[in-house]
């Protein structure tokens, strides 16, 4: 079994920083991209950015320049570095990982439960 927990979310002005978590943890054999989405009040999950096993990193466009992901693959854990938050960030944000829990398992998405982000204008 394998599970995502993030933390860090909250409520900021806009201008301001937070920093969101992800640790995975159980039984895992190699994680593949590990990553973030956000889903606001009626619209659809999107990606926000993701950083894949060979160091590649992809960003939203309406994020770059403000958002820094990382990854400590030591720990199992991804970093989301928010700077110049905007109330348009405003949503649930999720952890997203593509692993494997086995060497002969296939590659499959798991989820964390989501940490919510508030940006007050």
């Known amino acids: 079994q394998v599970q995502l927990v993030e933390s860090g979310g909250g409520l900021v002005q806009a201008g301001g920083s937070l920093r969101l978590s992800c640790a995975a943890s159980g039984s895992i054999f190699k994680i593949n991209h590990m990553g973030w989405y956000r889903q606001a009040p009626g619209k659809q999950r999107e990606l926000v950015a993701v950083d894949t096993s060979g160091g590649h990193i992809n960003y939203a466009e309406s994020v770059k320049g403000r958002f820094t992901i990382s990854r400590d693959n030591a720990k199992n854990t991804v970093y989301l570095q928010m700077n110049s938050l905007e109330p348009e960030d405003t949503a649930t944000y999720f952890c997203?990982?593509?692993?494997?829990?086995?060497?002969?398992?296939?590659?499959?998405?798991?989820w964390g439960q989501g940490t919510q982000v508030t940006v007050s204008s």
């Open positions: 997203h990982a593509y692993l494997q829990t086995a060497w002969y398992s296939g590659l499959r998405d798991y």
